[in-house]
Every structure is written in structure tokens, then in C-alpha cells.
């Protein structure tokens, strides 16, 4: 078994196989591929469908000389396989030194860390860029799939490479008819036309950008990619090699079902069955699902909005079947997702768009513009908003805070139970004054009772009224600010008082007024990093008074893969550091 | 004069005129467009251009039951005139009633306040989306600029529109041949050739986008314009009317320099020179431009990089040209400039983004995810970063702190004079650690000697060792800082200190740890709003300490065209105010 994959030590070594040598290398790697995903999960579907491609593309051309980026670069995994990091697949002890992503600390064959969509055309444009200033002769490829498309900064770079660039440049378009979701959008309809005349359509909307253009059915053919990469080697203009590839190719069970097969966890090769054992509590995902769906029933009005996240939201096919014409997924195109939110909102529906924290940041400025200077009552949902969710640096939730509630106008809302949650959700699509942002909690559902009413703006909720000490713990960190509390009690045999402030975007000034009069402590415990965020505020508040403050949360670090426990402790917010802390505040 | 326009008091009266009247109609507008415009400056070419398909559109649309969006806004003019707000242009004592910009509180005939670019199609749909919802069936009409077009968001609305809208969609694209400076990318070149070929060419952009087409040569010609949208009123289906006109059409000074007449300053019409005196003295924008034209004839790996924002950067149309493959525009396309730049220096070379502070929230992404993650070496400049910039909400300048600072990885320098401006450009520019951004001074050019080495990160400097009071008074607003310091060691009697921290972007734990021996206050100003910005990350760090700070800044508000001297004192940030907080603080 990988007994060719074995004897690739370098790039170099795969321009040394014969084309017979190189099929049985697919295979190989397929078996490989096989291996990591079986036992730690990943991206799946992307890396089977781009097997022959990587492999074709390595033999022809020069890396690292010759500089490929991969969108998403989450269908890397047969190049990582090819640069030299073979043992992350093939040695059952050695997975967790590939990150699931490009990464230029592992290989000089990558050159960014990617995780966000739609990215490598600009990218590759930069390099491209410099590469003509330095007078060097590279070949730069971006690879880039179908679903990236629709997103704004890929067709920001389609058209700068249209007319901007004047020299090698090459765009593999990865057309596999999929996002993680089906694609939409009318670009769709011109691949799928340019499939079906094999490259020959009308209004060839690559060509519409002013770029060259290739057409290649056979994307899953290591002999047909090879010619059709030696024919644009070294190429003297931009031009996009648009691919026919099957995603998921070479494992049925992915084939037949591409959405649930983009990405997997554990699972069994022969059944497809993930090995993983969740038990059947239910969390705040499949809540978000389970509201959405009956809401929408009640209340016609309501319109989903996805950019292409229908699973933060817990939506499945059927699910977004049956919402008919309450749901839309524009594609990857968070900026579109958000104003037209704010449009429908205008013109009297209720939409609630979706996606992970991390993604959102991509419509900062429609948020900002065409929400919030506008008011207009969009729900906008953050799943993931927690560091306790994605731990890849590209994916990480914990930033969401800083980023979102310093924008005027905007209520965000931390719940830190279902009800809550769903009481908040509830307010915020009754109400037609407030643009709001609600942070699914990432920690286990609890199912404390809480209010419905949240008009009345930055009143944070007196949970327990003690002395001395006040814990202020937000949203999903209200469950630990409550062990805290109650150890406390225990340890240093005083009451602290517990404050659930339900509102990340502001503070509330009387109760927090009225905390001098019988405390000396504020702490602040927040699911995200401190710097810009929650508790600063409020530091900032007591700054002229005698009440002392102290902030906890991340620092203001890209953390990558951490463990989250050990992470919390690195930081001093277990509960025996939060403790030893407030002594010598206390006690000094 | 003014003698239909008189007649004019809701849009229902431009359905009154016959064809005659309406093109006398045309001249009227422009001449009250003159009046306003010599008199208070505004956005010039936009709105000459517009004026005949403004009056055919409420011709023969019904508004505000028929809802149009206009791009940026910028081009409303004409459409204010028409809808009931004639005395901000003809009546001299009433230009500060309406904005520059539509406004939904002028108006009932406005949907959004805009001022971003490449919106209007994605609010739109939003529109649209509604009223198929609520089974409506109104004309929803998008109205873009040629120049709007290269951004992301506009092409996800494109796509969208192709494919999930299946109902009444207009998209009006106004081609006049320009964005602010010319047009870069691809999709011109496919503008240009439907041009020429009068909407025929092959590779129309707006159909590989699934979106029916048609194309008007004539947009200047009020008949021809009634006669197209009377064709398309009421359509089934999204619809692209591409329109050619005239930037600046009557007034040949601006069809002649369409770049300059894009916007003015209040002129004299018969020569076109503005009659606003700056004298003579050098700004921040001019020291920049004389900079980079410096720096990239000395180091040729100098990479300017700008979306659409030359003159951020004070770079004139043969600066430009002198820079040549040294200088790219990559159109209105934030995310494309900010991925490019990243590329750019991974390759080798040093890449200077500039725009302006409220554009680049459009790249939040791209500078966290390509840039910082990835930690390449980037310049970003952001100009007008100050509440003493542009005043209108839409185009503030004031968020920039909190936006940015807390992004990991990225350094944000504050100069507080030239030298140092210059200091830290230079610096950046020879470093290949950091991403850095630099905040562009909005205050009055000053001429203090800096130092040159930026490396050791978060080191601010003391300018002036006092005692009791330290006051850390950050870029901009160092100034106010000395002033304020001045009046202290007049009035108060003892001399506090000043602290220039330069970095935006971290605290100088060790220095603020020594502040504690002789002060009991710390008081921070800064060119932004408090709420997630410099200042409270300094509270923060004094938390639990007996060190009283206090926070100076505005607040986290949408300020709408304020007088900027006002809002200093309305937030309590003149001298008097201050110090008046001092003593109340320290001597209580």
C-alpha cells in the first residue's frame, strides 16, 4: 500500500512517474485520503473531486517556483500530499501536523493560510503583480471552484485580471456543480451552458471579463489535465482553464450525496456512517432549525437569507424545500445576503439572515451602511461565535464582539439559554426600530427561564444580588459566571452578586451605578477576545470611580487548532485562577 | 427662471409636461444645479449626466410605489428636484436641508441613506424580494454607475439578479465611460464593445450573468429615455437598460475633465475655478503624494495599489502616469486591492494600499483573513480617518480605531506630525515583519521632529515627564494634548504628563506601569469614537489598579453633517471641559 505515494519525497519526485504510474497514484492517494478522513475527518468531497488535477498539475509545472493558490484551499489535501507531507495521510500517528488548509509554515509549496472563500484569484493577482515588477517569468495559478465564484472578491479579481494584467496568469475553474450547498445564481446558468456546448456558449462570462479561455470536460483524466496544462504553461496572458470535475469522485456514497459529503467527520467506509457518537441532546443549532421552521409557518413573512450557510442554521434540503419562498441562498456573497436584507426589511418582511461569526465580517460595510445608519430591522444570526467552536485560525469565532458591537445602531444580543434565545429571536422579528445580531451561544444548551421584552436597550439582568463581588458573564459564559459564583460562596464565604447583561453592544449605566454601593470588584467574563469588546466598556465606565475592574477573555491572538479547555486555563479563566485573583484584588 | 421647476411640488406634476416642456425642464435643473453647485460644491459630473433620464424615470414610473435605488446616491440630484425638494437647489437660503445623498428622512421618494458604492443592486433585490413575498407588483429599479460596477457586491447582486429573482427587476446601468478617475477592469472593455457594437457584442457580461439586456445610445435624450422605460415598465423578469451618457453633459469645462468634475467645491461658472481659498500651505494629502512619487523613483519594488481612491493618495492623473507599472487601480474593489497587496508582498515587493477610512471597512475581511493571518507585509493608508473629514454619515471617518485595532497581527501607527508621518512610512515600507496601517493626520500639518524606528511595537513616547495628571493623547490629536497641557500647568498649577503613544493598535504596559508612582489620572484623546477604541483598552489595563482614567472621544453615534468644532464640545472635548473634569477627579 502507497507504494508509490512512498516514493515522493519532493515535487520533483512526481514528474519521474509514467502516466500508468501516475493513474495508480490516484489511487493511491485516494487510499490515503481514505485513511485521514475515515479516523480524523475533513474536507472530503473537494480533495477526492481534485485528485487527477493536483496530480497534473504537479507534474507539469514548477513548484514553489511556479506559485499555484488554492480558494479555500480546502482541496489541497492531494497537493500537501505531493509536497512532501504524505505522512499527515498515510501515517495514522502523524495526522494533526497538517493543518486542513494551505499553510506556509508546513511547505514552502503554500503560500497563505486560506479558509475563507473566493480569495485566490486576488491573491494570485498579487503575485502575478510582483512577479512582473521584479521581471521574474513564473507561471501563477489560482484554482478556484464553482461555489467561490458568486463571491464579490472573486469577481473583484476576474475583472482585474480581465484588463489589468498583461502577462502569465492562469485560473483553474473547478466547476464540480457544487457549493457546499447547490450553487446559485445566473452565473451558474452560463457554466452550465459553457458545459453543455463544451466551452462553446454565448456570453462566455469569463470572456465577458476580457479573459482567455479553455474548456476541459475530462477534469477527473490525469492524461487529458496533463495536455491541457503543458498547452497553457507559460502562457504570455490571463486565462481561466474552466474544469469539469466530479465532486467526491472515486467514493460513491459521496457522489450520491455531495452536499453531506463536502466535509465529514469520522466515519465508516463501507456504510458512510460517522463514527462519532453525539448522543441525541439537542443543540443550539438544530433549535435555530426547529424555530425557523415553525416560524415560518406562522408568519409569512418571515424571509430566510443565507450566503450559502443553510447548515448554520441547521437547514437541511428538505427543511429549505419546505420554506418554498421564505428562503434564499444568494450564494457566496455575504454582501449581497446583508443588503438585501436591509431591502427586504425596507419594503416590510422580516429577514433573518444566517451564517458562522467568522464569515460575517466579509459584509462589515453593509452592516454598517446598508443596515445600520439605515436602521433597518434585520435579524442577522451568528453561529459559531465562540471559542469553543471552529479552532482552525481561519475559522476562528471569537472575534465577532470587538467587530460587531461598536457599530452604532446595532443590537447585539447574547443569550445564554434557550429560552432566552429563542424569547430573543422572538423580540427581535416582532419589532421594526432596531437592527439586531443575535450570537447563538456555542456552549451546551441550558434551559434556564428568561424575559421576552428586550425594547428596553442595554438593561442587563440582576440574576443574584450579593456584595463585594459582581460577576458580569455574557451570553454563552453566563453558565460559568454561575460556577463561579456559587464557588465563591463556598471558598470565601461571601455572596457574589451575578449579572447576565444579555446585551454585548452596551452597558447598562444605573445598575452599573448601582454596583458601588456595595461592591468593590467587577469582573467581566466574555466569550471572545477582550481587547475592543464587552468588558472594556466597562472598564472604561468605573474608570473615574473607586470600583476596580478586571477583564477576562482571549487575547488578542490568531490562535490555530487549540485545545479549548487548555486554552480557557492559558488565559486565567478557570474558575481556580479567577478565584486566586479576586483574593489579592479583594484581600490584597 | 426656475419656471417649471416652479410648478413642480410632487412627482406627479412631471407627468403633467409635454415633451417641449420636459427638455425645458432639462435646462432648468441644470440650472439649479449650478446654483447649488457654485454655491456649496457637491458631486458635479454624476448629476449633469443624469438629469434626462431622472426626468424620463418619474415620468413614466410611478414613485414612491414604483421604488428606485440609486448607487452611491451621488447621482440623486436631479431626482430631489423632481420629488418635492426644488428649494435645496433654487432657493439659496435652503441647500443645508437636504443632503448630498438620498435620504429616507427628506423623503418619502428616498429608500436608503447611501453614500458606498456598489449597493444599489443588492438593496434592490431586497425590495423585490419583499414585494413578491407580500405578492405586490411595483417596479423595483436600480440605478448604477459604470464605475460601481467593479464591485463585489455589485456583481453578487448581478448574479443574484440572473437567477433568483423571477419577477420585475430593473437594473439601470448609467455608462458614462468614468468612476471617479477612469474605469479599470475587464467589464469595461465588454461595456466598451456593447458600446460600439450598440449592445450586439458577443460575451455581454449582464447576459453570462442570466440577465435579459438592452441597450440605449441616447441617454441624454429624454424621449429616448421615456421610450425605453415605457418598453420595460411593468417587465416580468430582471432586466439590465444600459444606458451611454454624458458625465457632466452642459457643461463642457466638465465633459472636458470628467476626472475633476466628478465632485466640486463651490466655482465660478465662468471659468470653473473654485472660489474656496485654501493658501498655500501643504496638507497631509500632499505630503503623501509628493512621498510616493519620492519613494517609487528610489525603490522600484514600491507598489502603490489603490481601489478607485487616487486621490486619497493626492495622486493626479500624470502622477499616475509617471508611476506606471508601479501604480495600480483596480477599480472600486476594496477586497480585490487589500488580497492583491497581500500577494503582492509575498512575492517580494512592497505594497501601499491607500483609500480613504470609510472605504476600507469594505475589506474588513480581507485585511483579518489575507493580510493579517498571513502576516505579509502591507502598507495601508487611510486617509480622511478624523471627525474633522468628511461629515456626512455615510462617509465617516471615525471608526476606524475600533474597526481596525483590534485585529491581531496588524500594527495601526498614529502619527502626530509630518516627520513622523514620514518616519513611519519609511519604516514600514523596510520592514517585512508586520502588516502595518497608518492613520492619515486630519488635523493641520505640524512640523514636530519624530523618531525613525518603529520596531519595537506598542513603545510610546514621553514627550513631557509631569507628574499627577498623564494625559495620552493619540496622532491627531497630540496637539490637542499640548494645548491642553499648557493650560494645565497655567491654570492647575502643576505640570502633568504628556504621552504620545503612536501606536493605535497596542498599550506600553511597562510605561503606563510606571505612570502609577506620581499619577493618580490618566486621561486618553482620541480621533474616534471611545467604544472599543485606544482608550479603553487603557482603562482596561488599569482596572484593578488605584490609577482613575478617563476616556476621551466621541460617541458611538452616526453623526450626520455636524460642524465638527461643535461636536468636540458637545462631547465635551474642549479644553475648558477637560479641565474642568481634571479638577474635578483630582481635587475633589
Redesign the interface.
Known sequence: MYELIRRINGVDDVKKFSLEELKVLAGEIREALFNRLTHIGGHFGPNFGMVETEIAMHYVFNSPVD?I?FDVSHQSYPHKILTGRKEGYINDNRFYEDSGYTN?DESEHD??????TS?SI?????????????GDHENIIAVIGDGSL???????????????LKSNFIIVVNDNEMAIAET???????LKELRDTKGKA????F?????DYMYIEQGNDIKTMIDAFQKIKDIDHPIVLHIHTVKGFGYKIAEENKENWHWTLPFDRETGVTTVDFGDGEDYTSITASYIMDKAKKD??L?IITPAMPSAAGLDVNMRKELG??Y?D??I?E??AV???????????K?LVVTCTT?M??A???I???V???KTPVTILLNYSSFDAMTD??HLGI?GI??F?????LVVLAPSSKSEYINMLDWSLSQREHPVMILIPGNEVNDRKSDTDYSKLNTFKMERNGERLAIIALGDFYQMGEKLADEIENKLLFKPTLVNPRFASGIDKEMLKELKNNHE?VITLEDG?????F???I??F????NM????YGLG???YDRYSPADLLKKVGMDTESIIADIKK?IFY
Chains 1, 2 share one sequence.
Do not use: W
Open positions: 506559485k493558490v506556509p503560500f497563505f493560510n486560506i479558509g475563507h480569495t486576488s491573491l494570485a493577482s498579487g503575485l502575478a503583480k510582483a512577479r512582473d515588477l521584479k458568486s463571491g464579490g472578491e472573486a469577481l473583484e479579481g476576474l475583472n482585474v485580471a480581465g484588463a489589468e446559485h445564481g445566473g452565473l451558474y446558468k452560463n454565448d456570453h462566455n462570462i470572456k465577458a471579463f476580457g479573459l409569512k413573512d424571509l419562498s421564505q434564499i444568494v450564494g456573497a454582501e449581497q443588503a438585501m436584507a436591509s431591502g427586504a426589511a425596507k419594503n416590510g418582511v429577514p464569515f465580517q466579509r462589515y460595510d453593509q454598517s451602511q446598508d445600520c445608519i439605515n485560525v481561519t472575534f470587538p467587530e458591537t461598536n457599530i452604532p445602531n470588584l477576545i477582550i481587547e475592543g469588546g468588558g472594556q466598556k472598564a472604561s468605573y474608570g473615574t470611580s476596580k475592574v478586571k477583564n488578542k491572538i490568531f484584588i
